[in-house]
């Protein structure tokens, strides 16, 4: 692996994970579209995985309210879990729409992508995706994650429940921008 593309993940991922801090989703696709800039997509996905799951577990614990969002939201968390398979599960605008305060509301995402991600990494290994370099980039993924992460959460935290919905809402609305140009 180049200089370039370490340094490529370790930005992709301080990025992401500063956008999973603040308003708690966004990582894949910005993590994603920033790889693809030096690595194949297929490396991008599959270096993304283990940092997404690791910030979706914190983000699920973080906050206090897990055995209460966990019941609340299992169903939904299992349905998804099988329906990844085949297609996306759109829920954002529906998570967005139970008007949970804003700390709930992330914690609430990080249960339900937890989930998610988890079965998309079975889906990948089935696949053959994971090798030994995208397997050791995932990992280190993890520190420059995390700390984009940390940095994302004290943002939210100054943010006015107010500003937060806005931020919420432009992030969906540029992750849906983000995912139709590969349509393009």
Not at 78 to 101: D, R
Request: aromatic share 10%.
């Amino acid at each position: 692996m180049s200089l370039l593309q370490i340094v490529v993940i370790a930005v992709a991922f301080i990025v992401a994970g500063f956008a999973k801090g603040a308003i708690g989703m966004g990582m894949p696709p910005i993590a994603i579209g920033l790889l693809s800039f030096a690595l194949p997509l297929e490396s991008a996905i599959a270096i993304m995985v283990l940092p997404t799951m690791f910030t979706n577990i914190w983000q699920a614990i973080y906050g206090g309210g897990f055995v209460v969002l966990m019941r609340r939201f299992a169903p939904m968390a299992f349905t998804a879990m099988a329906a990844i398979v085949l297609a996306a599960v759109p829920f954002l605008p529906y998570m967005q729409s139970l008007e949970m305060n804003r700390h709930e509301l992330v914690q609430a995402l990080g249960i339900m992508f937890l989930f998610i991600i988890g079965m998309l990494a079975v889906v990948l290994a089935w696949q053959g995706a994971y090798h030994i370099t995208n397997l050791a980039s995932s990992v280190a993924a993890i520190a420059p994650t995390m700390a984009g992460v940390w940095l994302g959460q004290h943002a939210r935290r100054r943010l006015s429940p107010e500003t937060f919905r806005k931020a919420f809402i432009f992030g969906m609305f540029a992750v849906g921008l983000h995912m139709s140009r590969g349509l393009l």
